[in-house]
């Protein structure tokens, strides 16, 4: 098992970046990491994944936006978000599992928040 917990979110302007952090509480390298965001009112949402070869991929709705990366001597995986939008703004959490499309261990999640 293994424990995660995110950093990093905030209060940004429309146009303006931020980068979240995931630390584990143990090896990440067997597992294949993921970030959703969940805005209120509406269901969580896949955002990015990265496999345990580093292959990455990411919603529409962010791509080309938000970057996702690994470093797994750090136990940490990364999620880059430029060109931050209104619409962007929900809790987002990391996830870590055997694939990318099966989550198993979630952290509590870090709140951003886009705003003029």
């Known amino acids: 098992q293994v424990q995660l917990v995110e950093s990093g979110g905030g209060l940004v302007q429309p146009g303006e970046s931020l980068r979240l952090s995931c630390a584990a509480s143990g090896s990440i390298s067997g597992y294949a990491m993921g970030w959703y965001r969940q805005a209120p009112g509406k269901q969580r949402e896949w955002v990015a994944s990265?496999?345990?070869?580093?292959?990455?991929s990411s919603a529409n709705s962010v791509k080309g936006r938000f970057t996702i990366s690994r470093d797994n001597a750090k136990n940490t995986v990364y999620l880059q978000m430029d060109s931050l939008k209104p619409e962007d703004p929900a809790v987002y959490s990391c996830s870590a599992g055997p694939l990318p499309t099966l989550p198993r261990f979630w952290g509590q999640g870090t709140q951003v928040t886009v705003s003029s």
């Open positions: 990265i496999t345990v070869d580093s292959r990455i």
